[in-house]
């Protein structure tokens, strides 16, 4: 019988640097490997956990948050399951194309917290819909999984929607995150994970 109400510490963590990254390219749902920094940082986001008894690494279907989680369930010696609704914002035809020519894409990075419900041109979601998709997902965690401590490897962007819904907000460098707390089927905000 699983222990629902149990409480969960919740360590949500973004991939490794990808190649898409460093050449500043806007990734969305669409996926690029991880640089040797990227394995690099993921092996250092392996150490740090294990000061955290991991006992469940999750990671999005993507390549980049799975190779960065592959590493780190390794290193812990943990399973590593996917859950897919822990992917990347999705942003549309801006996927795959470089920030600096992307004049609306400048603008729309302007408001994307602060008008949760603003989304990409051309197709794409909104914060406010990565927010749901994120909920939905922990609610399916916790309700099939009896770990209590989690590792879950995920996207930048996501990630920063989940942060500015509990009125936090800062950029999530690769292989940093946040610690969240799960009791009674709801979500709270612990601290950030530098």
């Given at each position: 019988m699983l222990r629902i109400n149990m409480e969960k510490h919740?360590?949500?963590?973004?991939?490794?640097q990808t190649?898409?990254?460093?050449?500043?390219?806007?990734q969305g749902q669409l996926d690029s490997p991880l640089t040797e920094k990227?394995?690099?940082q993921a092996a250092e986001l392996a150490a740090?956990?294990?000061n955290w008894d991991i006992d469940l690494v999750?990671?999005?279907?993507?390549?980049?948050?799975?190779d960065t989680a592959a590493i780190c369930a390794t290193s812990l010696g943990q399973s590593h399951k996917v859950y897919e609704g822990f992917c990347e914002r999705n942003f549309g035809e801006w996927q795959g194309k470089e920030t600096?020519?992307?004049a609306a894409y400048q603008a729309f990075k302007e408001h994307r917290y602060t008008r949760p419900d603003l989304m990409p041109d051309n197709g794409g979601e909104s914060a406010n819909m990565v927010?749901?998709?994120?909920?939905?997902?922990f609610h399916a965690l916790v309700n099939s999984e009896t770990a209590s401590r989690i590792l879950i490897v995920s996207h930048g962007d996501a990630m920063a929607c989940i942060a500015r819904s509990f009125g936090e907000g800062r950029t999530i460098d690769n292989c940093g995150g946040m610690l969240l707390g799960w009791q009674n089927g709801k979500l709270h905000w612990q601290q950030w994970i530098d």
């Open positions: 919740i360590y949500l963590c973004r991939h490794g190649e898409w990254n460093r050449d500043k390219r806007l990227g394995r690099a740090k956990a294990g999750v990671s999005s279907h993507l390549g980049r948050a799975k600096s020519g992307l927010t749901e998709r994120f909920m939905t997902t």
